[in-house]
């Protein structure tokens, strides 16, 4: 099992930044994905960026030149700064973190409660 805990989420005003962390826990393997999905308002959920053990890094095309994703291997902690933020951005920020592998019993796949981030005046 695998836990989560997010953190920095809130409310800030557009073309301020926050920074969100997430921390996983528990029986963890290398070679894992961790990142960050987001679900606006009265919409599906979408990937916001995503970071790879190798820290090979995926962005989705609204947050790109505004948000960075990073991760500490050694702390199990994925982070997602985000800049420039607009109104557009608040939704509830979801953690992922995943293990990809050929045999299912090494994989596995766990998602954090989220946190709320809000940009409005």
């Known amino acids: 099992q695998v836990q989560l805990v997010e953190s920095g989420g809130g409310l800030v005003q557009p073309g301020g930044s926050l920074r969100l962390s997430c921390t996983a826990s528990?029986?963890?393997?290398?070679?894992?994905?961790m990142g960050w999905y987001r679900q606006p308002p009265g919409k599906e959920r979408e990937l916001v960026a995503s970071i790879t053990a190798d820290y090979i890094t995926n962005y989705a095309d609204s947050v790109k030149g505004r948000f960075t994703v990073s991760r500490e291997n050694a702390k199990n902690t994925v982070y997602l700064q985000m800049n420039s933020l607009k109104p557009e951005d608040t939704a509830v920020y979801y953690c992922?973190?995943?293990?990809?592998?050929?045999?299912?019993?090494?994989?596995?796949?766990?998602w954090g409660q989220g946190t709320q981030v809000t940009v409005s005046t």
């Open positions: 528990g029986s963890i393997l290398s070679n894992n994905v």
């Open positions: 992922r973190h995943r293990r990809p592998a050929y045999m299912r019993q090494y994989q596995y796949d766990y």
